[in-house]
């Protein structure tokens, strides 16, 4: 299996890329639902979570590990670009600002930060792509 994995990453880093880049498709597709759903929360519905909970807060920095930064550390380790990791290192600032700033119903009703980091992240990652695909 490990030998396997070796003679394929490239071709799995494709395939990881591939599924985030589904994901970001369909949040990107779904925006406007999404928003209009968060306006229809009620406040009363929102303290069923508690978004000041460390838990919470280590689930979606877990989350946000796996759907962006994995990918920018994959994608500065391989392709060893100053550019890349210039850009790389400010998403993960908006991206990571966004997991510790935007956690409650009401500031991601005000926030459209994650669909500009959708957008970025889409455009990065199939650049990313291109970039494995043609080396």
């Known amino acids: 299996m490990e030998e396997y994995i070796r003679n394929n990453q490239e071709m799995l880093i494709i395939i990881y890329c591939f599924i985030i880049l589904w994901l970001n498709i369909g949040y990107l597709r779904e925006y406007r639902k999404i928003k209009r759903r968060l306006d229809e929360i009620a406040s009363a519905d929102e303290?069923?979570?508690?978004?000041?909970?460390?838990?919470?807060?280590?689930?979606?920095?877990?989350?946000n590990f796996f759907r962006r930064w994995l990918i920018y550390i994959l994608a500065v380790?391989?392709?060893?670009?100053?550019?890349?990791?210039?850009?790389?290192?400010?998403?993960?600032?908006?991206?990571l600002?966004?997991?510790?700033?935007n956690y409650t119903i009401e500031k991601l009703r005000r926030s459209n930060l994650l669909m500009y980091l959708a957008v970025a992240d889409t455009i990065y990652i199939a650049g990313f792509v291109v970039y494995l695909i043609m080396n």
């Open 47 to 63: 303290l069923e979570i508690n978004p000041y909970s460390m838990s919470l807060d280590i689930m979606v920095l877990i989350f």
């Open 77 to 95: 380790m391989i392709s060893g670009n100053p550019v890349v990791l210039i850009i790389s290192v400010i998403l993960f600032i908006f991206s």
């Open 97 to 101: 600002y966004d997991c510790l700033f």
